[in-house]
């Protein structure tokens, strides 16, 4: 079976600074994959060459048997079939929380507004935030707005998630709301690639770990093997600093 | 000093008609209202379309309106009601020239001349500041909507829009109350706005203070309204947490 998001050899360049060099690696449907490393390795900006958010200058990426570097890709119905989870949370502050769960459902997707509103509700109900509907993302705590950037990619029926440092930006008592959210849906068989720090979430949700380094895409391996015995120094370092926490 | 001060004066016969001086300040309301408001709206639509084109990827649009704002920006306002009054209706083609030089009266000619002026003028204004407000924005904000699906238009639409107009309403209020102190300026090409009015009251009836102190009320009068118009604006928009209403 092809993977749901191949990433073959990719390179990204900014004018002569060099990101991303020869990436290469695959996420299967209902895997869920963890990239952590250093900041400034390339992590988020290789997750979003995933969904093009960022353009890449050499290699290919197919996501569900689509190429995203292909000019003729009908770029934004792809990205509505893939969700994006963003550090910053970035719901929109001027749409209350039921709005911010519709409009890409019905403006996107042609939904009914009726039917758009029953499953955002519903979807916010299973984030644990049914209370809140009328509310304004100003008005949410950061967990409850990163909950809700959740349940929003979500109710674009996604093939995959994408999650780019989502509890970064989150006070620390506030990060295993999300995490949990965010287990519970990989135990349900979502497919998710997830930049995180979060080693304890790699640990018991992730199937794979991938540990890049400028650019380069250093560790590509099974769960255990990456927490049982990194091949690279590099890596090493990196856990047994992470770690020590 | 020897100035014989007339409070009624205003109440007296202009001796044209039966019209008291109080009518010619009225009329002279009436179209300093009409030049402003027809010239906002103008205005308003012409700068949001500049301001958005100033923020796209594309350098030839973004090329375009910055060129536009330096143009109009950069060159006196009264140059500019000229140009439009004696040089433009030159450069049109012949049957339009014949039209608005004899077929038009020349109150709608001054007319259309300021209105075109002021809002050509006021559009690069404008175009500045829906532009700040756009970058004003988090980067994030548009990568989140096109993570959705939506389309580059849909983006301006729904996400971005809606929050820098939000953000820009009080430097609009303040373009907004300079486009009816600056509608004073038609009366250089005979337009019979409140200022031309206030001007023809001093000469006719020798009130020349009583005159503009009447002039200076009623701008005063109209423009802190309006700002308090735009205040009640600002706040009806208002959404919790968002800049401008308070809190994060």
Known sequence: MSPMISIDNVSKW????????????????????????????????????VNAL???????????????????????????????VFQHFE?????SITDNLTIAQVKVLGRQPDEARDKGLKLLDRVGLAAHAAKYPGQLSGGQQQRVAIARALAMDPIAMLFDEPTSALDPEMINEVLDVMTQLAHEGMTMMCVTHEMGFARRVADRV????RGMIIEDCAKDDFFGSPRSERAQQFLSKILQH | MNYHWDWAVFFKSTGIGDEIYLDWFVAGLGWTVAVALVAWCIALALGAV???????????????????VELFRNVPLLVQLFVWY????????????????????PTTSAYLSVVACLAFFTAARVCEQVRTGIQALPRGQTMAAMAMGFSLPQVYRHVLLPQAFRIIIPPLTSEFLNIFKNSSVASLIGLMELLAQTKQTAEFSANLFEAFTLATLIYFVLNMSLMKGMGWLEKRVAVPGLIGSGGK
Not at chain 1, 91 to 95: E, G, I, Q, S, V
Not at chain 2, 87 to 102: C, M
């Open chain 2, 86 to 105: 004696f040089l433009v209706p030159d450069l049109l083609p012949e049957r339009a020239q014949v039209w608005f030089k004899q077929e038009l009266n």
């Open chain 2, 50 to 68: 500049l301001g958005v084109m100033r923020t796209l990827p594309n350098k030839a649009l973004s090329g375009v309106a910055t060129a536009y």
């Open chain 1, 54 to 84: 960022e353009p890449f200058q050499k290699g290919s990426i197919i996501v569900d048997g689509i190429s995203v570097g292909d000019p003729k890709t009908d770029l934004p119905k792809l990205r509505s079939r893939v969700g994006m």
């Open chain 1, 91 to 95: 719901l929109f502050p001027h749409l």
């Open chain 1, 210 to 213: 991938i540990f890049m380094d």
């Open chain 1, 14 to 49: 900014y004018g002569d600074f060099q990101v991303l060099t020869d990436c290469t690696t695959a996420v299967a449907k209902g895997e869920v994959v963890v990239v952590c490393g250093p900041s400034g390795s390339g992590k988020s900006t290789l997750i979003k060459c």
